[in-house]
């Protein structure tokens, strides 16, 4: 059972330039979310998904856009990267209330120079 | 403004010293407050949920409380392998789905 799986593991980007940031979760899992996570910031929402077609924005969700086509997938697109985006992006998926545990995949780490 | 505080940000225990790691919250409304446990490269992995005061769950050598205002994490006799950030977090009543985390208390234990 793989659970969340989050590609690439390790990104570097030129300013300016896109990319995006892919999460799959084979858990049937409805809800889904985008976190980062900075020295001495703590996890931050950036978006999230309470089943397809259906998204919403977090706590930072500026310079960021998401879609969710299926249950499986939630993936995080970069429009014009920024050095401020730099950091360590976390991907987790949990079932049908929100109140059950979230699961979290390993991270991609994103270095934008 | 919701707010999930942790403390301390880091602590030092050596093999069999017990003690508490601590979060306080200030949310209008609690709907969960979840323990996670997060090693070096890696995702949050789950520990515990508690969802109202007096609550309490256990876990080999952890143990977590809930009161009004703040949850401990009571580890005892921890070994080495509970080294590890310990985050705490609450879902937040103004969503359906918006976690507020702490920014964890780092944990190391020495042999």
């Known amino acids: 059972n793989a659970g969340v799986t989050q590609t690439p593991k390790f990104q570097v980007l030129k300013t300016g330039q896109s990319m995006t940031l892919q999460c799959a979760q084979d858990?049937?899992?409805?809800?889904m979310s985008w976190y980062r996570q900075d020295p001495g910031m703590g996890l931050r929402l950036i978006h999230y998904?309470?089943?397809?077609?259906?998204?919403d924005q977090g706590e930072v969700p500026n310079g960021y856009n998401v879609s969710r086509s299926t249950t499986e997938d939630f993936p995080l697109r970069l429009l014009s990267a920024a050095p401020s985006q730099t950091s360590v992006y976390f991907c987790?998926?949990?079932?049908?209330?929100?109140?059950?545990?979230?699961?979290f995949g390993d991270g991609t780490r994103l270095s934008i120079l | 403004e919701d707010q999930v505080t942790q403390s301390p940000e880091a602590l030092r225990l050596q093999e069999g010293e017990s003690s508490s790691l601590n979060c306080s919250y200030t949310?209008?409304?609690?709907?969960?407050l979840f323990w996670y446990r997060q090693d070096p490269g890696k995702g949050p992995e789950f520990l515990f949920t508690?969802?109202?005061a007096g609550e309490e769950k256990e876990k080999e050598r952890l143990k977590a409380t809930l009161t009004k205002k703040e949850s401990f994490l009571h580890i005892t006799a921890p070994k080495p392998e509970d080294s590890a950030t310990y985050l705490c977090?609450?879902?937040?009543?103004?969503?359906?789905?918006?976690?507020?985390f702490g920014t964890g208390t780092r944990l190391k234990v020495l042999a």
């Open positions: 508690l969802y109202s």
């Open positions: 949310v209008s409304g609690l709907r969960g």
């Open positions: 858990m049937n899992h409805e809800y």
């Open positions: 987790a998926s949990s079932g049908q209330s929100s109140r059950e545990p979230q699961h």
């Open positions: 977090a609450v879902l937040s009543p103004a969503g359906t789905y918006k976690y507020i």
């Open positions: 998904s309470v089943g397809a077609g259906i998204t």
